[in-house]
């Protein structure tokens, strides 16, 4: 059986469509950020291998497991996130939903809607976004937010994707009922270009993704850290500007990734819009003390 790191696609965190423990995020906690990230992107790795047999990712996956709760130390993924967790006193919980997650991209190849496929995000993206809250000791009243704000950006990746995804894995995060309703199968995302039921569907699913995204928007004012609430408000800037792109786009056959200059003029004008957010508050709130007096 090969190794994980035989496995490794060479993929790092400046490669993923959205910010990871970016300059923004505090020095103290960018290392058990980054730490969970690349436990992340070794079984990400594994699941998405193309020539690795299924038994054989399973096998790894459950190496992955079985070093984070300390009966091996094969995986060094693992090891690291592990022992980060212990000194920060912080669950296993997170890893180890995300490791399910992975598993299910081995074993699951389609999903039947859109309940299905949010089934998925529990264990794939609504983890990502509650660690890094438990890392920065915040509120768990935060979490039905971020939840919304990690789905979006994972079904967000699955339209983007969803044409390689079928050819090389013959996967299908797509749901089967609204392929179905416009009268095409997953077959239709290997087609060179997307036909217009299929450019129907991917803009039926951009439309229901908008919706968590708007639940999401209070996000960023919920959180008491700044420098992460400012990192959200860049996320949530890049997803929205996406999904704007996919309801015009053909991802088949046109792009639909942020080029660096895409990242870079939409995290300036984040980042503007959080800093004159902040200082509208801050003047409201003035006002407002004023009248009182």
């Known amino acids: 059986m090969r190794t994980a790191a035989e496995l490794g696609s ?8 959205f910010p990871v423990a970016s300059w923004i995020i505090h020095p103290r906690h960018r290392g ?40 091996s130390e094969a995986m060094p993924e693992s090891v690291s996130l592990r022992t980060m967790l212990a000194t920060r006193g912080l669950s296993l919980d997170h890893p180890l939903d995300l490791l399910e997650a992975f598993r299910c991209d081995v074993t699951k190849l389609r999903y039947r809607d859109w309940d299905d496929l949010m089934d998925y995000c529990r264990v794939s993206a609504m ?18 937010s971020s939840d919304a704000l990690c ?5 967000i990746n699955h339209l983007q994707d969803c044409a390689d995804d079928y050819r090389n894995l013959d996967r299908v995060y797509i749901p089967l009922d609204a392929l179905t ?9 290997g087609a060179p270009r997307a036909s217009p039921a299929l450019l129907a569907v991917i803009v039926a699913l951009a439309q229901q993704t908008s919706n968590l995204l708007r639940r999401a928007k209070p996000f960023a004012s919920q959180i008491r850290d700044r420098r992460l609430a400012l990192e959200v408000s860049v996320i949530q800037t ?7 792109t996919l309801m015009h786009r053909d991802p088949l056959s046109e792009r639909v990734h942020h080029r660096r200059s895409d990242i ?27 009248g009182r007096r």
């Open 238 to 244: 890049l997803a929205e500007d996406l999904l704007r």
């Open 10 to 17: 060479g993929k790092g965190d400046r490669d993923e469509n």
């Open 32 to 71: 058990i950020i980054l730490a969970f990230y690349r436990f992340a992107r070794a079984a990400d790795d594994i699941a998405d291998h193309a020539s690795a047999s299924a038994e054989e990712k399973l096998a790894l996956l459950d190496e992955m497991r079985l070093t984070l709760l300390g009966r």
């Open 151 to 155: 789905a979006a950006l994972q079904i």
């Open 127 to 144: 983890p990502v976004g509650r660690f890094v809250l438990d890392v920065h000791g915040e509120s768990r009243a935060t979490w039905p």
């Open 264 to 290: 870079a003029r939409l995290a300036i004008f984040a980042v503007a819009r959080f800093i004159g957010g902040g200082f509208r508050s801050k003047l409201h709130a003035i006002e407002i003390a004023d």
């Open 181 to 189: 309703e416009r009268g095409i199968g997953p077959e239709a995302l």
